[in-house]
RNA sequence: CGCGGGGUAGAGCAGUCUGGUAGCUCGUUUGGCUCAUAACCAAAAGGUCGUUGGUUCAAAUCCAACCCCCGCAACCA
């Protein structure tokens, strides 16, 4: 048995679960459950993001211990990818005890690719944060929030060399050692690989509180990141443990506006403690709400929970799994989701297993010694281990479709009132044996309703006494 | 000239690498069927493939220029 390590992007805890987070958790869950079907044994990590002054300054608007907050939300978030059927295996919190420790080992495995230096440049002491020259510019020297003059502000930080690993790196990526998807991020990056200067890895603690201390000086703060792109090896016990069975990760699942941390920095760690390269980085688009980004200001956020709640968890999995794109930015409106449930799930599929259910039962047909119906199509696998995942879900559909064609064109009720029993006991077993063939390859995407429809037809068949989609 | 993606039927998209009668889904219209959640199946209508020019017997596809939309530019999945 092969072990196979999927990750997905740990979310960060200053607001609540949205569409993007479900959207990454769905596909690394796809990804999981279709390995494991294919008999892997798979580890699917999953976690919360809970440092830096974003949080800690968000618990203290709401005049709340920070420990509290990231608990409170570390706990709504669980709750959100238990919601989601997610199959993880293995959770990390940021904040865990043994998280903070094992980051710590791994700045110090890191020391000799890490210096000290001064760091100038505009400061809001509002925002309390550096901005760009570009920003500066724009504002004309004035924060727009806080209506006051940037301040030109000088501090000390921890850098990452990353020029120890830059040429290593690109060629690693160039030649897909660490596969990027889809090929145009991975141009992307390789640009932004060559402007890459060295990394900040660090804060002082005056500025930033809320983190992991960096060994052996107490002036200075990790940079949420290293914290937060650690999780992905501390959540199997590195340093401690041997985690050479699992990583390197088979596939990671990231945004693709994270996806250059992934790529640049996250490598540059690795290489650093020299661990190696996740096999694959897959960057998934973002979701927007009628051709815009989701945000609070504009208010076209969709709660991932509406959703959810009304339809179910199999109709959410399936409207993101297959019309949400899987690598390009795509559309969420209520019309085109209402429209994939009701043409789609409850006409196409949800139909189909009641009408077939319905005549096999009617006619007394034993089902049993089915052909092929637990295994993958080649074309399917194809399309599964390129990530392909929405045109792997478009081709099962052609298949279920297909059974509806064939019932059609075959009539089996024309069979059954011209008493053609053994023509129509055939017939009949023909098409359960395809809609199964086609459920299983609907398993990892559907896993609750692709386990109800093979409940069906085992055994004796009933067609289900409430319809799988019902309509709305 | 910052980097990248895109502009193809009312809508959403494929096709562009490897030039050869323009395709899919939804919607619309019509017909068929009656096992089924008024579900299913079939057919039809609907496009100067962003603009202009070039290469070619032939261009959505190759080349050049331009127009428009959208992302990214250090902590937003």
């Given at each position: 048995m092969t072990k196979k390590y999927i990750t997905t992007a740990i979310p960060y805890m200053n607001g609540n679960p949205h569409i993007g987070h479900a959207m990454d958790?769905?596909?690394?869950?796809?990804?999981?459950?279709?390995?494991?079907?294919?008999?892997?044994?798979?580890?699917?990590?999953?976690g919360t993001d809970e440092h830096g002054s974003k949080i800690a300054q968000k618990a203290d608007e709401l005049d709340v211990e920070v420990q509290d907050y990231v608990d409170e939300k570390a706990e709504i978030f669980r709750d959100f990818i238990a919601k989601l059927g997610v199959s993880y295996t293995d959770y990390v919190r940021t904040t865990n005890e043994w998280h903070e420790r094992r980051v710590q080992d791994i700045w110090r495995k890191l020391k000799k690719h890490i210096y000290l230096a001064k760091y100038e440049g505009w400061y809001c002491t509002g925002c309390e944060r550096f901005i760009t020259d570009k920003e500066y510019e724009e504002n004309e020297g004035i924060c727009p929030d806080?209506?006051?003059?940037?301040?030109?502000?000088?501090e000390e930080n921890y850098y990452l060399r990353l020029s120890d690993f830059k040429d290593k790196l690109k060629k690693a990526i160039e030649t897909d050692e660490m596969l990027i998807l889809p090929?145009?991020?991975?141009?992307?990056?390789?640009?932004?690989?060559?402007e890459s200067p060295d990394v900040s890895i660090s804060r002082p603690v005056t500025q930033l509180k809320w983190g992991i201390p960096v060994p052996d000086d107490p002036s200075q703060v990790m940079y949420v990141w290293v914290d937060a792109l650690s999780n992905y090896i501390t959540v199997l016990g590195?340093?401690?443990?041997?985690?050479?069975?699992?990583?390197?990760?088979?596939?990671?699942?990231?945004?693709?506006?994270?996806?250059?941390?992934?790529?640049?920095i996250w490598p540059a760690m690795l290489m650093g403690m020299g661990l190696p390269l996740p096999k694959t980085l897959v960057s998934h688009g973002m979701v927007l709400a009628d051709g815009q980004k989701m945000s609070k200001s504009i208010g076209n956020v969709v709660d991932p929970n509406e959703v959810i709640?009304?339809?179910?968890?199999?109709?959410?999995?399936?409207?993101?799994?297959?019309?949400?794109?899987?690598?390009?930015?795509?559309?969420?409106?209520?019309k085109k989701f209402e429209d994939a449930y009701n043409n789609e799930l409850a006409n196409d599929l949800g139909n189909l297993v009641q009408r077939l259910a319905t005549m096999v039962s009617k006619n007394n047909v034993k089902i049993e010694e089915l052909n092929g119906a637990s295994e993958f199509s080649s074309e399917y696998k194809e399309l599964m281990d390129k990530y392909e995942f929405a045109k792997a879900f478009d081709y099962v559909w052609e298949k279920v479709q297909g059974v509806n064609k064939k019932i059609d064109e075959r009539k089996p009720w024309q069979l059954a009132k011209n008493g053609e029993k053994g023509v129509l006991e055939d017939c009949l077993k023909e098409l359960v044996n395809d809609l199964l063939n086609a459920n299983y390859m609907l398993m990892p995407f559907l896993p609750s309703a692709s386990s109800k429809i093979a409940e069906v037809f085992?055994?004796?068949?009933?067609?289900p006494e409430t319809p799988l989609f019902p309509k709305s």
């Amino acid at each position: 048995m092969t072990k196979k390590y999927i990750t997905t992007a740990i979310p960060y805890m200053n607001g609540n679960p949205h569409i993007g987070h479900a959207m990454d958790y769905c596909l690394a869950d796809v990804c999981a459950r279709y390995l494991a079907l294919l008999g892997n044994e798979v580890k699917l990590q999953a976690g919360t993001d809970e440092h830096g002054s974003k949080i800690a300054q968000k618990a203290d608007e709401l005049d709340v211990e920070v420990q509290d907050y990231v608990d409170e939300k570390a706990e709504i978030f669980r709750d959100f990818i238990a919601k989601l059927g997610v199959s993880y295996t293995d959770y990390v919190r940021t904040t865990n005890e043994w998280h903070e420790r094992r980051v710590q080992d791994i700045w110090r495995k890191l020391k000799k690719h890490i210096y000290l230096a001064k760091y100038e440049g505009w400061y809001c002491t509002g925002c309390e944060r550096f901005i760009t020259d570009k920003e500066y510019e724009e504002n004309e020297g004035i924060c727009p929030d806080h209506l006051k003059p940037y301040e030109k502000l000088e501090e000390e930080n921890y850098y990452l060399r990353l020029s120890d690993f830059k040429d290593k790196l690109k060629k690693a990526i160039e030649t897909d050692e660490m596969l990027i998807l889809p090929g145009f991020r991975k141009k992307e990056i390789l640009k932004l690989l060559e402007e890459s200067p060295d990394v900040s890895i660090s804060r002082p603690v005056t500025q930033l509180k809320w983190g992991i201390p960096v060994p052996d000086d107490p002036s200075q703060v990790m940079y949420v990141w290293v914290d937060a792109l650690s999780n992905y090896i501390t959540v199997l016990g590195y340093p401690e443990e041997d985690i050479s069975a699992w990583w390197p990760a088979t596939a990671q699942f990231v945004g693709k506006d994270i996806l250059r941390f992934h790529a640049i920095i996250w490598p540059a760690m690795l290489m650093g403690m020299g661990l190696p390269l996740p096999k694959t980085l897959v960057s998934h688009g973002m979701v927007l709400a009628d051709g815009q980004k989701m945000s609070k200001s504009i208010g076209n956020v969709v709660d991932p929970n509406e959703v959810i709640d009304k339809y179910g968890i199999d109709a959410f999995r399936y409207f993101f799994l297959r019309h949400i794109d899987t690598f390009a930015d795509s559309d969420f409106t209520w019309k085109k989701f209402e429209d994939a449930y009701n043409n789609e799930l409850a006409n196409d599929l949800g139909n189909l297993v009641q009408r077939l259910a319905t005549m096999v039962s009617k006619n007394n047909v034993k089902i049993e010694e089915l052909n092929g119906a637990s295994e993958f199509s080649s074309e399917y696998k194809e399309l599964m281990d390129k990530y392909e995942f929405a045109k792997a879900f478009d081709y099962v559909w052609e298949k279920v479709q297909g059974v509806n064609k064939k019932i059609d064109e075959r009539k089996p009720w024309q069979l059954a009132k011209n008493g053609e029993k053994g023509v129509l006991e055939d017939c009949l077993k023909e098409l359960v044996n395809d809609l199964l063939n086609a459920n299983y390859m609907l398993m990892p995407f559907l896993p609750s309703a692709s386990s109800k429809i093979a409940e069906v037809f085992d055994g004796e068949v009933k067609p289900p006494e409430t319809p799988l989609f019902p309509k709305s």
